[in-house]
């Protein structure tokens, strides 16, 4: 299904909104968690569950709300999503008190979560397939804009109108989302009649992906080694077992496990959930800016927006270049250019200069830019049409499982190499560490992220001669075809 010309781009513009809401969201509540802590008087501890209960509900739900998309209507689906994170980010900006924040916030990932998931499935839908990189492309960009002014945005609204503007600023966008949504976007392709909802398949994949969300965001606290921790990864990894068994065994599973028989399909996610675990890297970089150079914080900020800055220009036009060239060869190249962008990253120290700094950080953005929307246009393209939703759902949980996995390993092998370089007094933080130590650090954990993204390199290769050689095949049984249609 594909829409005239200015109704897709009118449809890019709604979802295109709905998407840079939940993500410039994302980014900006970051600004605010110490302003939030004073002015509700409350703890650390507690502050974080107003990162948490988003993540969570997102993590754990995003495949259940693809499988009701394609099942009931993504258009549906996505505008009740819009509707919920917009009386959600309301509700977040009256809120009294710490616990109906969170609340509130747990509300406002449930939207959220409907946007994540069946975004890319609506635009795959509404653009032709020669222009779906493109399409996809400037999603990204949309995503990596709402990420680079989130911080400053966040700080410029609590400076000038308080904590409560960073959730009320969506309430108009959402509005105004909602209505180009509902006039716009064509009616959604659903999937045969008669279909069921795996109730079950779905409970225990909430549990398992909840499960592991938050085992992992415990391992960074009381360590990976802790009774909670790995009871919780535990129990995930159980889950896991029992749902692929539960869902083999379906006719109508959670997830159609027949997706995976395309090899093709399955190392495309696994090149993202790699590539994303490298950047869980990427937030050691401001304990390097302030700590090691002694930046301001509003310093870092500015210079954090590079790399998502330069991902958003790249990310339209890689997606161009995939719909001409092919998005397996854009996107090999995007990984081969992260490579060399997270071992440029490796030399940074304490004599590194500003220009130093943007000129390794530079190719990351531009290689995340590469590879990202080609590689979603790879996943989509190679989904049925009535699968749409669970394709977008499984790339958006790739990042989303990438990331929460990436954040914690990172972290550790942060700690582990900074305290190799220093021997700190029990109980001691690692920012007390010197800068000696922390550059150390930094260095190690970032050759170590080369060799995730040298993997997912590789896969893309792999990738790459596979998808000749089914081409390659095609054409030779095409006039084995028309042959024997001739001879009937």
């Not at 909840?210 to 990864?233: C, D, I, R, V």
């Not at 001691?428 to 800068?435: C, G, P, Q």
Request: glycine content about 12%; overall charge neutral; some cysteine.
């Amino acid at each position: 299904m594909t829409s005239s010309p200015s109704r897709k781009w009118w449809t890019m513009l709604g979802i295109g909104m709905g998407v840079f809401m939940s993500t410039l969201d994302s980014s900006i509540v970051n600004v605010s968690l110490p302003t939030l802590v004073e002015e509700l008087h409350t703890s650390l501890a507690m502050i974080e569950w107003v990162i948490l209960a988003y993540l969570l509900v997102v993590t754990s739900l995003i495949l259940t709300m693809a499988r009701l998309g394609d099942m009931f209507g993504k258009k549906k689906f996505y505008t009740l999503g819009l509707g919920l994170f917009t009386a959600g980010s309301l509700l977040c900006g009256l809120a009294p008190g710490i616990l109906w924040l969170i609340g509130f916030r747990a509300l406002q990932g449930l939207g959220a979560v409907m946007m994540f998931a069946l975004g890319a499935a609506i635009i795959t839908e509404v653009f032709p397939p020669q222009q779906r990189g493109q399409a996809l492309g400037i999603m990204g960009g949309i995503v990596s804009v709402g990420i680079a002014i989130g911080p400053s945005l966040g700080g410029l609204l609590i400076g000038l109108v308080g904590w409560r503007s960073i959730f009320l600023v969506n309430v108009p966008v959402g509005v105004a989302a909602m209505i180009i949504v509902a006039r716009v976007v064509p009616p959604s392709t659903i999937g045969l009649a008669g279909q069921r909802f795996d109730l079950i398949g779905a409970l225990l994949l909430f549990a398992t992906l909840s499960s592991y969300a938050l085992g992992m965001t415990l391992g960074q606290h009381e360590g990976f080694a802790a009774p909670h921790t790995l009871g919780l990864l535990g129990f995930a990894l159980l889950g896991l077992i029992g749902f692929v068994a539960l869902e083999s065994r379906l006719e109508q599973p959670m997830i159609d496990l027949r997706l995976f028989g395309n090899p093709l399909f399955g190392i495309n996610l696994l090149m993202g959930f790699l590539v994303f675990i490298m950047i869980g890297g990427y937030f050691l970089l401001p304990f390097y800016l302030e700590l090691v150079k002694g930046f301001p914080t509003e310093q870092v900020g500015l210079m954090l927006v590079v790399f998502p800055a330069l991902m958003g220009l790249t990310a339209p036009i890689s997606g161009t270049l995939s719909d001409r060239f092919g998005s397996r060869a854009i996107s090999l190249i995007g990984l081969a250019v992260i490579v060399v962008a997270c071992l440029l990253i490796s030399t940074l120290d304490a004599g590194v200069g500003i220009p130093g700094y943007v000129l390794r950080l530079a190719p990351l953005g531009i290689g995340m830019g590469m590879f990202n929307s080609p590689n979603n246009s790879a996943i989509m393209g190679a989904a049925p049409r009535d699968r749409l939703g669970l394709a977008s759902g499984l790339t958006a949980l790739s990042r989303s499982l990438g990331q929460t996995s990436g954040l914690p390993l990172m972290g550790a092998l942060f700690a582990f190499y900074v305290r190799g370089a220093e021997t700190l007094p029990p109980g001691l933080d690692i920012t007390a560490a010197s800068s000696e130590a922390l550059v150390a650090g930094l260095q190690a954990t970032f050759r170590i992220a080369a060799g995730f993204i040298l993997v997912a390199a590789i896969l893309g290769a792999l990738a790459l001669y596979l998808d000749q050689r089914q081409r390659e095949a095609a054409a030779d049984a095409a006039p084995l075809a028309e042959v024997t249609l001739s001879q009937r």
